[in-house]
């Protein structure tokens, strides 16, 4: 059985933001929105958990967004058209929970973008009037717009700096719909950890239902090593086999947001050893 | 009764104080001169019962008679008709609970040291390399059979198998083969070269790996079946999901499962300055739970540099579930054992590193439904111990992956897999399942015994499909004749 993942398209979305689509079939085939897959580019390097941005089982193809933010991920951005991944595994995680009518509301912010692209094509299959809510610093960092749009019933475009779109976070857009009557039903956030929690806040005081994706630091990434445990509504769940979607509401966010610094003195110098001074 | 020296011929250990600091293998193993003395020490019984003690039934008799002559390679031979891993299994067996347990010479002096003599044997096969001896089968057969889990009951299983000429594929979930033998046990007990070893020995008989493929993610078993072809499969996922206390401030940073500790250190080499993978370098460890992989964790975290490491286990020593050796060699190296104490809750700093245990100390009161006594909190005990690093080794469930997945596979009130526990055959026609996944935490060797049945049954149940299919189809080319073929009237 051939396991192969090649690259066969890469495109750089920033400067430390890149696109891949790569060729493999055997994690195509059982893919669904919502999961992840994990990767490794040298012998001796880390296993990381990337989320799916798109998928096609036709053409055996999984996309991949990478953010250059530690070693692994700069060894990951280095690689080009006909270069394989030493491992590519997946697809793990349990498929998001997503509703069969309603509006839902999709928040992407950062380069997390890409990973709700797949729930908004499936929501749309499924008849969901999907709102889009896209954010980052400034405009050079916005990515994947213009793809969430072929998906999307709206976009709406965040930057910090007002130098596009709407000036300011991307949960002041979504109060600013909501104001205006949009009529949500659902709400699904993928992003940096503090975005994340402030759209459980404002979503919580809200009354809105909202999911947010969680990519704590994880090894295996099928349930055998617990390293990934977050608290949500006071149990402890693996985030890899039980998640990555949980109930944004009910995300202890203090821990989760400790446990993600667990590594990072090493992860700072192994940046700072592979070039990232940035 | 013939006089027999009453001690064990001693194995060569390195020296505590210098082993402590680093990953070299711990035992040095025998030299031809001290296992012909040991073999010497065995009475050739006419009745070797030491045999009904091995899972997997090894010719002990034999082997060791062959030793005690000074025929190495006729040992090996011996060993390899019924265990294909020998330099592992004699390296980690808890032989005095299964075969030395039997030795007639036990109840007054020390058994024979069949873990040792088996060692022996198969370290000096891998010097003298004979490995080229297994080739591939000349003639496959037509049934593919795909086994899930390179563990040690998957590697048993496509051994038998491929022996026998079946096409086997073994699928593995992480980046490197042989399960608990790569992630769990590490470099000072079980260099990882012999897994390699034994790996590419199974790849020169025709096995093939596959890995980074989650069966229950990436391909279902259905899936294997239906789409794929193949004609049976083996689950040996092992028990995969690892147990927490559910205490407070369990998932403090510097917290780990065993299973991720190890595998950090094991399978990701934390330890060595070429590997990216962090994990915490413990000042002050303190391991929980008392069995094998508790062991394994202390003393990889001694070698990781803590100044004190500790078992905490809310039993006595009597009821630790390590082997002895490697419990002998943990209190070696220097590990502090707080026996009868039960941690309550851990505590953090501002920054959500764990700092310390509140633990409260038991006594023991009547046996529980394991037969062990119970350990029974005493009101007033609480006391607070240091620590940077927590292992929490109290062992593992079943990974649900494989359960969830396969349409009409049963399981056991604790998520196991019910098998027969002769065959290993499920409530699924064609597939098989042994090992931890259906037993729960167990040993290397008894989840090879479990291969080892079931390889049996899976060669009897494709034998007994192929002649009904053979059948069928005699019958359908009766049918055709008996209604005049065309072709033949022609």
């Not at chain 1, 990767?39 to 390097?45: A, P, W």
């Not at chain 1, 749009?149 to 976070?169: I, M, P």
């Not at chain 2, 073999?39 to 030491?50: G, I």
């Not at chain 2, 090894?58 to 031979?77: H, K, S, T």
Request: one cysteine or more; hydrophobic letters at 40%; a negative charge.
């Amino acid at each position: 059985m051939d396991t192969t993942a090649r690259i066969i398209d890469k495109r750089d979305l920033t400067d430390i933001t890149k696109l891949f689509v790569v060729h493999a079939p055997l994690v195509a085939r059982n893919a669904a929105p919502g999961q992840f897959v994990i990767l490794r580019v040298t012998e001796t390097g880390e296993r990381i958990p990337i989320s799916i941005t798109d998928f096609s089982r036709a053409a055996g193809t999984i996309t991949i967004v990478i953010q250059e933010v530690g070693r692994t991920t700069a060894l990951v951005g280095a690689l080009g058209v006909g270069e394989v991944f030493l491992d590519f595994a997946g697809p793990l995680g349990l498929a998001a929970p997503l509703p069969s009518q309603g509006h839902a509301v999709l928040i992407g912010g950062g380069f997390g973008t890409g990973a709700v692209f797949p729930l908004a094509r499936e929501l749309r299959s499924r008849g969901v009037r999907v709102s889009s809510i896209v954010g980052a610093r400034t405009r050079d960092l916005v990515i994947l717009a213009d793809l969430l749009a072929t998906e999307s019933d709206e976009v709406h475009v965040c930057t910090n700096d007002g130098s596009l779109g709407y000036r300011g976070f991307v949960t002041g857009r979504l109060e600013e719909l909501m104001d205006a009557g949009a009529g949500f039903t659902h709400c699904f956030a993928v992003g940096p950890m503090p975005m994340m929690r402030a759209v459980a806040t404002t979503t919580r005081r809200r009354g809105l239902p909202a999911m947010v994706s969680l990519d704590p630091l994880m090894v295996d990434g099928t349930g055998m090593c617990g390293g990934c445990r977050v608290t949500v509504g006071g149990k402890s769940f693996f985030a890899c086999v039980d998640g990555p979607f949980f109930d944004a509401h009910q995300v202890d966010f203090d821990e989760a947001d400790a446990r993600l610094m667990t590594y990072k003195e090493q992860e700072t110098l192994a940046g700072e050893l592979a070039g990232l001074g940035r | 009764m013939p006089i027999v020296y009453p001690h064990k011929t001693a194995m060569p250990c390195r020296d505590p104080q210098e082993r402590r600091r680093n990953w070299d293998e711990v035992a040095e193993g025998y030299t031809a001169e001290r296992a012909i003395a040991e073999a010497h020490r065995c009475l050739n019984c006419q009745d070797p019962v030491c045999e009904q003690g091995c899972p997997v039934n090894v010719p002990i008799r034999e082997f060791v008679r062959r030793v005690a002559l000074g025929d190495f390679e006729g040992a090996a031979r011996t060993i390899r008709r019924r265990n294909l891993l020998p330099a592992i299994c004699g390296r980690v067996c808890p032989v005095e609970h299964q075969c030395e347990s039997r030795c007639v010479l036990a109840p007054h002096q020390d058994p024979v040291g069949i873990g040792r003599l088996e060692r022996f044997v198969a370290d000096w096969e891998r010097q003298h390399g004979n490995g080229e001896q297994t080739a591939a089968p000349e003639v496959w057969r037509d049934q593919k059979i795909a086994i899930v889990g390179s563990g040690p009951a998957g590697l048993t299983v496509a051994s038998d198998l491929a022996q026998l000429g079946y096409p086997v594929t073994i699928f593995e979930a992480l980046h490197a083969f042989g399960g608990v033998l790569r992630y769990g046990i590490p470099q000072y007990r079980l260099p990882k070269e012999i897994v390699d070893e034994d790996v590419e020995h199974l790849k020169r008989l025709g096995v093939e790996f596959v890995r980074d493929v989650i069966i229950g993610k990436t391909v279902t078993i259905d899936q294997l079946v239906d789409e794929f072809g193949y004609s049976a499969v083996f689950v040996g996922t092992g028990a995969g999901s690892p147990i927490f206390m559910n205490i407070p401030g369990e998932n403090l940073k510097g917290i780990y499962s065993a299973n991720e500790f190890l595998t950090r250190v094991n399978l990701m080499r934390a330890y060595s300055p070429a590997y990216d993978t962090p994990v915490r370098s413990p000042r002050r460890a303190a391991v929980i739970g008392a069995g094998d992989t508790a062991m394994d964790a202390v003393r990889c975290s001694i070698r990781l540099g803590a100044e004190e490491a500790h078992i905490v286990y809310r039993r006595s020593e009597q009821e630790k579930g390590a082997r002895a050796e490697d419990y002998e060699r943990a209190r070696d190296e220097g590990v502090i054992f707080d026996w009868l104490t039960l941690p309550q809750r851990f505590l953090g700093d501002e920054n959500g590193w764990v700092r310390g245990l509140e633990c409260i100390r038991t006594e023991l009161g009547e046996p529980d439904e394991s037969g062990r006594r119970r350990p029974v909190p005493v009101p007033g005990s609480e006391f607070t111990m240091a620590a940077d690093v927590v292992v929490i080794a109290l062992g593992t469930n079943p990974n649900p992956l494989v359960p969830q997945t396969t349409y009409g596979l049963d399981v056991d009130g604790h998520g196991c897999i019910v098998a027969d526990p002769q065959t290993g055959a499920t409530s699924r026609a064609g597939v098989y399942a042994g090992g931890d996944i259906v037993t729960g935490g167990a040993t290397v060797i008894l989840a090879m015994g479990a291969g080892r049945e079931a390889a049996t049954a899976i060669h009897e149940y494709l034998q007994q499909r192929a002649d009904r299919e053979a059948e069928q189809f005699v019958a359908g080319a009766e049918d055709v004749l008996d209604a005049g073929s065309p072709l033949l009237n022609g």
